[in-house]
């Protein structure tokens, strides 16, 4: 069965602690791992696509990277502003995503 | 350029009750999704619509249905709620095919509670 599992579920940094938030994921047939940071109340927003392993994407403080079991999200110097929840998932096939639970992520001024 | 926009942001309905949740896509998409995101979970794949097909459907009974509109807007529909269906549904347009045809671009959901 198709599975994206992520961790921590919760993430608690000081701002300018760097940290990494970790996605494993099980999907056959993997056409794209995604990440996705979704503030309270509002829909998830598009961060990253990979499609190999060894790839890496930067976005600001951002990194994301991917292996054939698990990909992470590395968060540098993170800011207040930062603070969100970031899902994964990954897309089965030609419709389907796969999301994890999710990694809230608080950072403290 | 207009982003996904759902209606309504919020609603209560009881139990037995239907309800219609409406959604435009983002300008040029011609791909719609739902979703279901429960509290503290991660969005769950509904179903979703392709030039007014469904080419696609999640674990999700049939009382969960759908529609799409030839202007590419839609409707998720749910008949004989129960209280396991409060949740947020979340509205994803996508390009069909062609660059960028992964991306998901959401709207802000419908917040869904069942009395």
């Known amino acids: 069965e198709d599975q994206v599992t992520q961790s921590p579920e919760a993430l608690r940094l000081q701002e300018g602690e760097s940290s990494s938030l970790n996605c494993s994921y099980t999907?056959?047939?993997?056409?794209?791992l995604f990440w996705y940071r979704q503030d309270p109340g509002k829909g998830p927003e598009f961060l990253f696509t990979l499609y190999s392993a060894g790839e890496e994407k930067e976005k600001e403080r951002l990194k994301a990277t991917l292996t054939k079991k698990e990909s992470f999200l590395h968060i540098t110097a993170p800011k207040p502003e930062d603070s969100a929840t970031y899902l994964c998932a990954g897309k089965s096939g030609t419709y389907k995503y796969i999301f994890g639970t999710g990694t809230r992520l608080k950072v403290l001024a | 350029e207009t982003g996904v926009t759902q209606s309504p942001t919020h609603l209560i309905k009881t139990r037995g009750q239907q309800v219609t949740l409406r959604c435009s896509s983002q300008?040029?998409?011609?791909?719609v999704s739902w979703y279901q995101q429960a509290l503290g979970q991660g969005p769950q794949f509904i179903f979703q619509?392709?030039?007014?097909?469904?080419?696609g459907r999640g674990n999700f009974p049939p009382r969960f249905s759908g529609l799409q509109f030839p202007n590419y807007s839609s409707e998720l529909n749910v008949n004989a709620l129960e209280l396991d269906d409060s949740a947020l549904y979340l509205c994803?347009?996508?390009?069909?095919?062609?660059?960028?045809?992964?991306?998901?671009?959401f709207g802000a959901g419908s917040r869904l509670t069942v009395l």
């Open positions: 999907v056959s047939g993997l056409r794209g």
């Open positions: 994803a347009s996508s390009l069909g095919e062609g660059p960028g045809a992964n991306v998901l671009t």
């Open positions: 300008s040029g998409h011609n791909t």
């Open positions: 619509y392709y030039r007014e097909e469904e080419n």
